[in-house]
């Protein structure tokens, strides 16, 4: 510990009373562990600091300074020796390494779930509460679980809805084995009731792949959130008063549905779920093309068809297997788009915001 004698250049009073302010702090904060090397280096009687500072101060100090330095020169030598008396009050590490441990520490923000994680796990969590659980299925599917066993014969102009990207080199595989990406969450109801026999109440979440040119409200890659109910007894009542009860949750009790009549291969009949619009309740304004109603998903009762292709695999397994007997069972299915409900919930006109990564967008939603 060799520093610099420091300079005095002017011996009135503030420069003083600054001076010795500084010196009274380096006493402070000079490491007392040792009190024999803290001692040696204030007050060493050829190289201490307190005799080279003295010496360097006075020699130059005109003489109607000397008393005023002689004095303070004193209370830093007592400053000095109650340091060595009492070590306990040997400064903090912190403050040794010139840390000052009052300012304000750095703020790292804390993450927040994706709008769009957010949105999904909201829509999961609103069938929870139902007694669903969640499954979950492989985004490479093959042929067999994302089209046929859905009622998607090969070479069917349904199909063509649904386009997405191939897996390379899967020519020479039976086409039920070609591998491609899913195109809907709906392969994971195949999967779950093969593996499993009725009753079923789940939800299946996942990203999903088509063939579609990005703009403002389509995405190559999605989000759904799929649901599947069977049981004894399920009835298309079922369906709407589930589906009425979530559109509720998700957008408020003062929200109505419609059903109106659509296709998919994999339900008979199906539906188009209508909600009454959220930003006009119902009027009609630019953002639900004047009609006062937007659409939001797709379902309808699970096609006895798609429960002939799960009996025929859990054949394979258990020849008497009759767990999805149509005559017996009975159940529904609905498929929502993440994306399109995150936007109307937040009123979010591009897509595209969901996948820029900007954080003054994502910020908005901590
Ligand atoms: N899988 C359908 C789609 O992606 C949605 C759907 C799911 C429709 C379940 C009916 C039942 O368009």
Not at 279 to 297: A, D, N, P, V, Y
Request: proline share 7%.
């Amino acid at each position: 510990m060799n520093e610099a004698i420091p300079q005095l250049t002017s011996y009135d009073e503030p420069s003083l009373e600054a001076a010795f302010a500084t010196l009274s702090e380096e006493v402070r904060t000079t490491d007392a562990t040792d009190p024999e090397a803290f001692r040696l280096h204030w007050l060493g009687r050829k190289q201490g600091r307190l005799k080279l500072i003295s010496e360097a101060w006075l020699k130059s100090a005109p003489a109607e300074a000397r008393k005023p330095l002689g004095i303070r020169f004193n209370q830093l030598k007592q400053q000095i020796e109650q340091a060595l008396e009492s070590p306990v009050s040997a400064p903090a590490k912190s403050e040794q390494q010139g840390i000052d441990i009052t300012l304000p520490g750095t703020v790292r923000a804390p993450g927040i779930p994706h709008p769009l994680l957010k949105t999904m796990h909201e829509i999961v969590s609103v069938f929870h509460h139902l007694g669903y659980s969640t499954n979950l299925g492989p985004q490479v599917e093959s042929d067999f679980y994302n089209f046929e066993a859905l009622n998607f014969p090969p070479n069917h102009p349904a199909r063509d809805t649904q386009d997405t990207l191939q897996i390379a080199a899967q020519h020479t595989r039976p086409s039920r084995d070609r591998l491609l990406m899913r195109t809907h969450t709906s392969p994971v109801q195949i999967r779950t009731m093969i593996a499993q026999a009725p009753p079923i109440r789940i939800v299946i979440p996942g990203k999903v792949h088509r063939n579609d040119a990005a703009d403002a409200t389509h995405s190559p890659i999605f989000h759904q959130v799929e649901g599947l109910c069977v049981d004894t007894n399920i009835t298309f009542s079922d369906l709407k008063g589930t589906l009425d009860h979530a559109m509720k949750a998700l957008f408020g009790s003062a929200v109505k549905t419609r059903f109106f009549p659509s296709f998919f291969p994999f339900t008979e009949p199906s539906a188009d779920v209508q909600i009454s619009c959220i930003f006009c309740g119902g009027k009609g304004c630019r953002k639900c093309k004047h009609s006062g109603w937007i659409e939001l998903l797709g379902c309808g009762m699970v096609d006895p068809a798609v429960f002939a292709s799960v009996t025929e695999e859990r054949r394979k397994l258990n020849p008497s297997d009759d767990a999805y007997n149509p005559e017996k069972i009975t159940g529904f299915a609905f498929g929502m788009g993440v994306e399109r409900i995150a936007m109307i919930q937040h009123g979010i006109s591009d897509i595209g915001h969901f996948y820029s990564g900007d954080v003054r967008f994502l910020e908005q939603f901590a």
